[in-house]
């Protein structure tokens, strides 16, 4: 018998079923040690001493390995194959043989898969090895930098600058690339510049459009016809002229499939396609490895094992012919930055398993798995054949000079199945055109001007910011989610509308680093740095000499802030940021006087909360104050005391902005009243047209719209965050009752309690009705241990199976149709044991002892320990 340890119980119970009865599988739930967090954890004064420490919630998974191992003599290391994998085998081994449960004798083995199959999982076990300890060395190096950069630097900021909360080796230049490029969208100018389009049509009548590309024999560049009147001379030079086709011009091109997904692409596709965040397109990749369905999803690597391209040729020719099947198979080039985490591609473990044959429950493991299906047939498919046609159309005189062009799909290849998604609105002229000959004559339909103005860099999305820092070489794979998602757990970016925008706090903490700690932010170094980690994991470089370099000069950088005064940081911010924050006013006055009591200059203030804004010198005497992003003098005059609006009973209503947008407020905030009455002004109203009637409107929300007429509760009329709604409660504070949506905002203060009753009663139908319990899937009948029920039920979170007041959800291995009532009494043992309830009572015949050998049913609640955040 051997004890066979992997990172997650659900991976335990899929391997359990493919090695048997010889071996007992246990889950190590992630990271079972690591450094605590306080001072000394590493010891720069003695060679980088790193001093471990067991989880408390990592010590009960180590008890029960180590009670495994005293009736099994052997281990066998099986977590994931990747450096974080490797690292918590090491860590094992450690923890195990220091608690003295591993014995001088026993054999301890390490084992890697790509993918959890029968024949992967039996074919690692004929091939064992030692525990690779460059990666590991590679790992703890990493670890040790992220402790020294995150311990020294982070109490810096919390000294330095009230507010901030922490600060990473990576997550800080990711931070700066959010904060740089909202700097770039701030000091941006938009440039006019004009188009002129024709609606033509052929000596057959067949419409098309033709953009004007040359005026008066020269070639127009972008800003050539920079205004309304250059671009009417134009209009009137088309108009004035008969056009003929010049030349037809058809070329044949080709599309080639995009290479199977890596860790970054499918992050970043899975964005594109599904706004699908990084952090749970990884976790839902990972139920889907865990279940046996992909490859690994942590990797580098875009080649695909021949078995596997061999299977997605044989899909390809049995699905979409032979003409689909390209003569040779297609050999993507591995791009890895590093050995360690140059994996196989992700792709599905059974090419012959399309989504539509895989039943599953969750419905973004089912979008992802057709995602990564589809990627993969396509990558072995034949390219796209196109035919691409410019038309050149001009005057006799050649004065003026339009071109069209199109596209034509002759054979779609790939595309057939798969195109990949784009991050930015691109215009491929892919339009198909009419047939046109040399010398056709046009006929003029419409000759149209049309405006534009230069657009500032789009902000990132969590897509095109992971694209951006694997260009750059910042970050791995296994970490973008993580710092993805770290620098908005932390409050320093914000998504809005799947775009990232960095908060105040974020835009200071970047612009205090990169003034006192520039070297550290720089995207150069952060990759060089990245790439002597890639040196030691290939066992070209020593960890400690990496570290004992890194710590001399950053160190030094520490001691250096050590005099810094806050007022000194603030200033020096405020002084870095003035083109931003006090941008030139058109009537050239100084912009930093306070435009409020044009005496008392602006300056960078912080609050409390750690945000910042714009505030008079003047205060208390003038308290006016602004949002950092706000620079628009109108915008402005909306901060502070806002802009009069009118009076009621007494009372002046005024119209603000703040942190959330533009508002409108009763009265003014004073010791007694902090909070007077406020009304946010609803989105796709317009601000400058607000008076003193709508705000009244708004100000009276929420709005009583009467008794319902069943159960005499109040029915509550109001906009919300989501909009406008309807709410039957006591009170709009109540946090019960039944919401229902309201189709427009004018509804608010229109709807009448006929049609409040129709909308709350569809509500209400929509759920199965109020307090009425939901109907099971299937009923399994009398559990053994009371005879009480056990039902298949239907859950927000996949389906479950109920017993009394226990619920616990199936495993994605497990359908609502195939479960039985001992895999259900199991799955409910297992859900009672972490409640603290009693189990049921084991079977009779069943001995304590085998009962203890059984693998762990999958916990749902239960989750690995993330991995590394750098």
Not at 465 to 474: A, P
Not at 617 to 641: H, K, M
Not at 676 to 705: F, I, N, Q, T, Y
Not at 752 to 778: D, H, W
Request: glycine content about 8%; proline content about 6%.
């Amino acid at each position: 018998m051997a004890v066979v340890v992997v990172e997650s119980p659900a991976k335990a119970k899929t391997i359990n079923k493919y090695l048997g009865a010889g071996h007992t599988v246990l889950a190590s739930y992630g990271h079972v040690r690591d450094l605590p967090p306080k001072d000394g954890s590493v010891d720069t004064d003695h060679d980088f001493d790193m001093k471990w420490e067991v989880a408390s919630d990592s010590r009960k998974h180590l008890k029960a390995i180590a009670d495994a191992l005293k009736t099994d003599n052997e281990l066998i290391l099986a977590t994931d194959p990747d450096r974080e994998g490797e690292a918590i085998s090491w860590h094992l081994t450690e923890a195990l043989t220091k608690s003295r449960a591993l014995k001088k004798d026993t054999p301890v083995k390490r084992v890697v898969f790509n993918a959890i199959t029968k024949s992967a999982v039996t074919e690692a076990m004929k091939n064992p090895r030692d525990v690779d300890m460059p990666l590991v060395r590679a790992y703890l190096a990493r670890r040790a930098l992220d402790y020294l950069v995150g311990f020294n630097l982070s109490p810096v900021l919390w000294r330095k600058l009230p507010g901030a909360k922490s600060a990473g080796r990576v997550q800080s230049v990711c931070l700066r690339l959010i904060v740089e490029r909202e700097m770039e969208i701030e000091a941006f100018n938009a440039q006019e510049y004009w188009t002129v389009e024709a609606e033509l049509a052929t000596p057959r009548g067949v419409q098309f459009n033709a953009k004007l590309v040359s005026l008066a024999g020269k070639k127009l560049d972008k800003f050539d016809l920079a205004n309304a009147t250059q671009a009417e001379m134009a209009v009137q030079a088309v108009t004035s002229r008969d056009l003929t086709v010049t030349s037809v011009e058809a070329k044949p091109a080709s599309r080639n499939p995009s290479a199977p997904f890596m860790t970054s692409t499918l992050q970043q596709e899975a964005s594109r396609k599904f706004g699908m965040g990084a952090k749970h397109c990884m976790s839902t990749a990972q139920r889907l490895y865990e279940a046996g369905y992909i490859t690994y999803m942590r990797t580098d690597g875009i080649d695909m094992a021949p078995e596997a391209v061999m299977a997605a040729r044989d899909v390809i020719k049995d699905r979409y012919g032979a003409d689909y099947v390209p003569k040779s198979p297609r050999m993507y080039k591995n791009k890895a930055k590093n050995a360690q985490e140059a994996h196989e591609c992700i792709r599905p473990t059974d090419m012959a398993v399309s989504p539509d044959k895989l039943r599953l429950s969750d419905s973004d493991q089912r979008k992802l798995y057709d995602l990564i299906w589809k990627r993969t047939i396509a990558g072995q498919m034949e390219a796209a054949r196109l035919e691409r046609t410019t038309v050149e159309i001009g005057s006799k005189d050649g004065q003026v000079g339009l071109r069209a062009t199109g596209q034509v799909v002759l054979f779609d290849g790939f595309l057939k199945v798969y195109e990949e998604g784009r991050d930015d609105v691109v215009d491929d002229d892919d339009k198909r055109l009419p047939q046109m000959a040399e010398g056709d004559a046009m006929d003029k339909r419409a000759i149209t001007p049309e405006q534009h103005f230069t657009q500032p860099p789009p902000r990132y999305t969590e897509a095109t910011l992971v694209k951006r820092m694997e260009e750059l070489g910042i970050g791995r794979p296994s970490t973008y989610a993580s710092i993805v998602t770290t620098i908005q757990d932390r409050g320093y970016v914000i998504k809005d509308k799947n775009r990232l925008m960095p908060e105040d706090k974020g835009r200071l903490v970047t612009i205090f680093l990169v003034n006192y700690f520039r070297r550290y932010l720089e995207y150069d170094f952060t990759a060089a740095l990245e790439g002597q980690l890639d040196d030691i994991s290939a066992g070209q470089a020593d960890y400690k000499e990496v570290l004992d370099r890194f710590w001399r000069d950053f160190s030094a950088a520490i001691a250096e802030t050590s005099e810094l005064r806050i007022t000194e940081v603030l200033e020096k911010i405020d002084e870095v940021l003035a083109p931003q924050l006090y941008p030139p006013r058109e009537d050239g006055s100084d912009p930093r006087i306070c435009p409020k009591c044009r005496e008392g200059r602006l300056h960078l203030k912080t609050a409390r909360s750690g945000g910042a804004f714009i505030g008079c010198g003047n205060y208390p005497e003038c308290r006016f104050t602004r949002p950092i992003g706000v620079v628009d003098e109108a915008q402005a005059e909306l901060s502070g005391d806002g802009k009069l609006l009118g009076h009621d009973a007494g009372s002046p209503i005024s119209l603000r902005t703040g942190r959330f947008g533009p508002y409108v407020q009763r009265g003014e905030a004073t010791k007694e009243d902090p909070k007077p009455p406020r009304a946010s002004v609803p989105k796709g109203w317009d601000v400058d047209s607000m008076d003193l009637e709508k705000a009244l409107m708004l100000l009276s929300l929420p709005r009583a719209v009467g008794p319902h007429p069943e159960d005499g509760v109040m029915v509550w009329a109001n906009i919300g965050r989501y909009g406008p709604y309807l709410k039957h409660a006591e009170t709009t504070s109540d946090r019960g009752g039944t919401n229902a949506n309201l189709d427009s905002i004018d509804e608010v203060w229109t709807v009448g309690m006929n049609r409040a009753v129709q909308l709350l009663a569809e509500k209400v139908a929509s759920r199965g009705g109020r307090g009425q319990a939901a109907a099971p899937l299937r009923s399994l009948g009398a559990h053994p241990a009371d005879g009480e029920a056990v039902d298949v039920m239907k859950g927000k979170y996949g389906p479950y199976v109920k017993w009394g007041k226990i619920n616990a959800t199936l495993p994605d291995t497990l359908t609502p149709e195939a479960v039985t009532m001992d895999q259900a009494v199991e799955l409910l043992d297992a859900k009672a044991a972490t409640k603290g309830k009693k189990k049921a009572p084991a079977k009779k015949g069943t001995s304590k002892k085998t009962a203890a050998k059984k693998p762990a049913a999958k916990k749902p609640v239960a989750k690995a320990k993330p991995k590394s955040e750098e």
